[in-house]
């Protein structure tokens, strides 16, 4: 089973503001007075103004214009962006946390990696303030395992112009 989500979580208000300025759906409500909005090309390409010059390394969608736009919109309340690229247990995740203003922390695993604690999403979260229950970790605490694709999310496979 494959998990494959690009996007933003954080207080519904600031992701209200980015959604409309990228396009992207209206944000789903989560536990902990948070929520999510999708990413997709479209909206990418809306907050980079489709100039991505410089990517980071350790992630797939993450470029110094996406970080310019979030954290522009994460002056008032911290965002948190988040990718996962899972298909039979393959893949990676990473995760990027702006506060203030800018980017404050960040980290990345890839193929074959293991986490040495948690997860970099699970990392994030907590920085957010979810905790975790026992047994589970901050990405179940969320429940976003229930969001496995971005349609899952409310945006359209197709969702270009």
Not at 63 to 68: A, C, M, P, Q, Y
Not at 117 to 144: M, N
Request: proline share 5%; charged share 20%; glycine share 14%.
């Amino acid at each position: 089973m494959g998990h494959n989500i690009i996007g933003l979580i954080g207080a519904p208000a600031a992701l209200l503001r980015i959604g409309e300025k990228a396009g992207a759906p209206p944000p789903t409500a989560l536990p902990f007075d948070l929520a999510i909005i999708p990413l997709g090309e479209t909206q990418l390409d809306r907050l980079t103004q489709e100039s991505s010059s410089r990517y980071d390394e350790d992630f797939i969608y993450l470029s110094v214009e996406l970080e310019t736009a979030i954290g522009a919109a994460a002056a008032d309340h911290p965002l948190l962006y988040i990718e996962t690229d899972y298909f039979g247990g393959m893949g990676g995740q990473g995760a990027a946390l702006f506060e203030r203003g800018t980017l404050a922390w960040k980290d990345a695993l890839r193929d074959g990696e293991k986490a040495q604690v948690k997860s970099p999403i699970s990392q994030g979260l907590s920085r957010l303030g979810v905790t975790a229950a026992d047994g589970s970790d901050e990405f179940d605490a969320l429940g976003l395992g229930h969001f496995r694709n971005m349609e899952t999310l409310g945006l359209a496979y197709d969702d270009g112009d």
